[in-house]
């Protein structure tokens, strides 16, 4: 089955940027949508950004206006650019994939598929 793989995480000083991302491990897949989460220490994993095959993305309203995510044309790999951070967006960021498949009865079936996670850290 694909993977995720997530790259770019690290410490960063509050009101700096970063730029996280995620490509699958076989670089012919395509997703129907691509999501980044977060999970801060002692919280529940919460969405982040998504960006669907159309293009449309969405962004919780704590990040908006601050992070950007993107995709590339195979919908494979997407990026997360994040700006101004800040001390509460200390946390593991995932990065999650989903795609339909056709089954024997004529509908799709859904998958979904996580990547093992990248710690960013806003700390001075």
């Known amino acids: 089955q694909v993977q995720l793989v997530e790259s770019g995480g690290g410490l960063v000083q509050p009101g700096g940027s970063l730029k996280l991302s995620c490509a699958a491990s076989?670089?012919?897949?395509?997703?129907?949508?691509m999501e980044w989460y977060r999970q801060a220490p002692g919280k529940v994993r919460e969405f982040v950004a998504s960006?669907?095959?159309?293009?449309?993305?969405k962004y919780a309203d704590s990040v908006k206006g601050r992070f950007s995510i993107s995709g590339d044309r195979m919908w494979n790999t997407v990026d997360l650019q994040m700006t101004n951070l800040a001390p509460e967006d200390t946390a593991v960021y995932y990065c999650?994939?989903?795609?339909?498949?056709?089954?024997?009865?004529?509908?799709?079936?859904?998958?979904?598929?996580w990547g093992q996670g990248t710690l960013t850290t806003v700390a001075s």
């Open positions: 960006i669907n095959r159309d293009g449309e993305s």
């Open positions: 999650h994939g989903d795609w339909f498949v056709r089954n024997d009865r004529g509908s799709y079936d859904y998958r979904e598929v």
């Open positions: 076989d670089r012919l897949f395509s997703f129907n949508a």
